[in-house]
């Protein structure tokens, strides 16, 4: 059974920071690209970052640059969104998603991702 399942979001001031992980199981991590997303109320999924497995090359969205850092570690077969400087507007659910599409990677796409996490909510208070 394929699971990603995200952990470390909750409550945080703004200002602040988190750190997301997303732990993987049930498919060949190393070959899959691992992206982070995010949904606010109201609004369409959107990318943040990308990681490939190979090299841990790194891919972001041009808004998530600067602020957010993805990393992994393939022994343990988790993925990490490391975000700072949070803002209000963060305030979203966070979603890691697993695919071998190395374009939608590089874009940071949801089209060409084969497994999501059920999310977690990152509150950013004011």
């Known amino acids: 059974q394929v699971l990603l399942v995200e952990s470390g979001g909750g409550l945080v001031q703004s200002g602040g920071s988190l750190r997301l992980s997303c732990a993987a199981s049930g498919f060949t991590f190393d070959d899959h690209y691992i992206a982070w997303f995010r949904q606010a109320p109201g609004e369409e999924r959107e990318g943040i970052a990308c990681i490939r497995s190979r090299d841990s090359s790194t891919y972001y969205t041009d808004s998530m640059k600067g602020r957010f850092t993805i990393s992994r570690d393939n022994a343990n077969k988790t993925v990490y969104l490391q975000m700072n400087s949070l803002k209000p507007a963060d305030t979203a659910v966070y979603y890691c998603?697993?695919?071998?599409?190395?374009?939608?990677?590089?874009?940071?796409?949801?089209?060409?991702?084969?497994?999501w996490g059920k999310g977690i909510l990152v509150t950013v208070s004011s």
């Open positions: 998603a697993g695919g071998i599409s190395f374009i939608s990677c590089v874009r940071v796409n949801t089209a060409g991702m084969d497994y």
